[in-house]
Structure formats: C-alpha cells, structure tokens
C-alpha cells in the first residue's frame, strides 16, 4: 500500500479527527457517549453508512449533476441509515431502543454528508473506501474516549460492569455525608447529563489545542 492511502485511512484518527479536529457530529457524540455500549453501537452504524455511501457516490459521481448532487447524496446516506435501522431493530432492539432518534438522525450527520461532498464526490473508490473507513474510526475513537470517561465517573462501570463496589448508580442523591458511614458513595451525576457532556469535551479539545500549541511552539523554536 502506497503512503498515499494509507494516509487517507489514517487522517481520520487525530490529524483530521472528525470531532475533536473538525468539531463534526458533535449532536451525537455528546448525546450517546452516557455508556460505552451506545457509543460503540453508534460509532459501528456511522462508520458502516460512511464507508457505504463514500464508495456509492464515488462511483456514481460522473453521472451526477452537479445541480443535484445534495439531494443525490441524501438519498444514498438514507438508504443506508434504513439498512442500519431495519438490521438494528431486527437483531439489536436493546440498542435501538437506547439510541432511540439517533438512528434515524445520521441520515443529517455531517460528518457523513461532509465526506460525501469533500472527498467521495471527487476522488475514486479505494481512496473514498478508507477516507470512509478512517473517518468512521475517528468518530468511533471519540465517542469511546467520551463514553468511557463519562460511564465511569457518571455510573461508576464500564461497559455496564460495575468497577467500584458499593458505588450505586441509582443513588444520585448528592455527595456522602461524612456523618453518614453506611450510606454507599455516589457517581458524579453531572458527568452523564448534557453539560457533563459540554464540559468533558471541552477539556479535551482544551488539551488538544494545548499540545499543537506547545508543538508549533518547539518546532519555531527549533528554527
């Protein structure tokens, strides 16, 4: 494989990464990233809809008008989002039912239609493939920090599997009263509510800027 793909499948991770470079699909990244199994579930069934409509519309792009390429794309993502609702309902309705109007809603995800227009809609099939494919995994690695960083500190658990004992995800009374030795530590509620949500990915894109700022520092440094 020459540099060049394996570039377009590796952009997506951090370089380019859809949310945490591109500030893409920040609706669904903070509304499902509560539990990892959400977020996986949800980084699976984008990635699978960017992989698909990237190759479709590369292929198709020729016989597109230019005029009518939006609504053509639409069609092509909605297409695949039934697919993934129809398969998801069928053999994962826990899941479904958690994701609940997210499902439906990747058909608007601009992240996909943003592939779609930048990229699929001007180069060939194997590099759309992995832009696809990159970009779906850089969504995903988003969402699994998110996730992992909100279920542990908001639930306590880890994929539903609870890591510290006595720790009750039901008690969201407040903080433990130090006069009070029996009644069980509680998560930090905030972190699964929507300005948790705000406020982890706001460290994190923080954090993110802080280290490119500190690298572009060293390097004119350097010079």
């Known amino acids: 494989m020459s540099a060049r793909p394996l570039s377009e499948l590796t952009k997506g991770f951090m370089k380019s ?12 990244t903070l509304a499902v990233s509560t539990t990892v199994n959400d977020a996986i579930g949800m980084a699976l069934a984008a990635t699978f809809v960017l992989v698909c409509s990237n190759v479709i519309i590369s292929l ?3 016989f597109i008008p230019d005029k009518v390429r939006i609504p053509c ?10 697919v993934v609702e129809l398969v998801m309902q069928a ?3 826990p899941l479904y039912k958690s994701l609940g109007i997210f ?5 608007v995800n601009c992240i996909i239609l943003g592939r779609a227009e930048a990229f699929a809609s001007k180069n060939t099939v194997l590099p759309s493939l992995l832009d696809g494919l990159g970009m779906g995994l850089g969504f995903g690695i988003a ?7 909100r279920e542990v500190l908001g ?4 994929l539903g599997y609870r890591l510290i004992p006595g720790f009750d995800p039901n008690n969201f009374s407040g903080v433990k009263p130090a006069d009070m030795p029996n009644v069980p530590p509680t998560p930090a509620l905030i972190m699964i509510l ?9 460290l994190i894109l923080g954090f993110i800027s802080w280290r490119r700022l500190r690298k572009s520092a060293a390097r004119e440094g350097a010079m």
């Open 60 to 62: 198709t792009r020729d």
């Open 17 to 28: 990464n859809p949310v945490f470079v591109l500030l893409l699909g920040l609706c669904p």
């Open 194 to 202: 929507a300005p948790g949500a705000f406020l982890c990915l706001g």
């Open 155 to 158: 639930n306590g658990s880890f």
């Open 91 to 93: 053999y994962l309705p």
């Open 73 to 82: 794309f639409i069609v092509v993502i909605a297409t695949f989002v039934t």
């Open 143 to 149: 969402l699994l920090i998110l996730s992992t960083i």
């Open 103 to 107: 499902v439906p809603l990747i058909v």
